[in-house]
């Protein structure tokens, strides 16, 4: 099992940045990626960035390219999203995700664990 917890959601104005970071936790030298993937409200879950763990591959989705970057810190078991220029269409519950035999990144139900989640709202 691997324990995933988020942190640094927040309520930002339209421009502005914030930091998510997952700490993860347990069985973590089974990990071969982790990723990020939003919630709005009525909306599906999407993908928005995820890093291989041993080669730092990094994958992103159109909507937050340039904007948004994954990084990892494999001492401290911590992937981090950093996210600038912050828009109202960002606004959602973040989720960290982690897997061991990941080979699409960029879909949800190649992750084995979730964190519980993060809340970013942006106003405009």
């Known amino acids: 099992q691997v324990q995933l917890v988020e942190s640094g959601g927040g309520l930002v104005q339209a421009g502005e940045s914030l930091r998510l970071s997952c700490a993860a936790s347990?069985?973590?030298?089974?990990?071969?990626?982790m990723g990020w993937f939003r919630q709005a409200p009525g909306k599906e879950r999407e993908f928005v960035a995820a890093i291989t763990w041993r080669g730092g591959s990094t994958f992103y989705a159109d909507s937050v390219k340039g904007r948004f970057t994954i990084s990892r810190d494999n001492a401290k078991n911590t992937v981090y999203l950093q996210m600038n220029s912050l828009q109202p269409e960002d606004t959602a519950v973040y989720y960290c995700?982690?897997?061991?035999?990941?080979?699409?990144?960029?879909?949800?139900?190649?992750?084995?664990?979730w964190g519980q989640g993060t809340q970013v709202t942006v106003s405009s």
């Open positions: 347990g069985r973590t030298f089974s990990t071969n990626a």
């Open positions: 995700a982690a897997g061991s035999r990941v080979i699409r990144p960029r879909v949800g139900s190649e992750f084995d664990y």
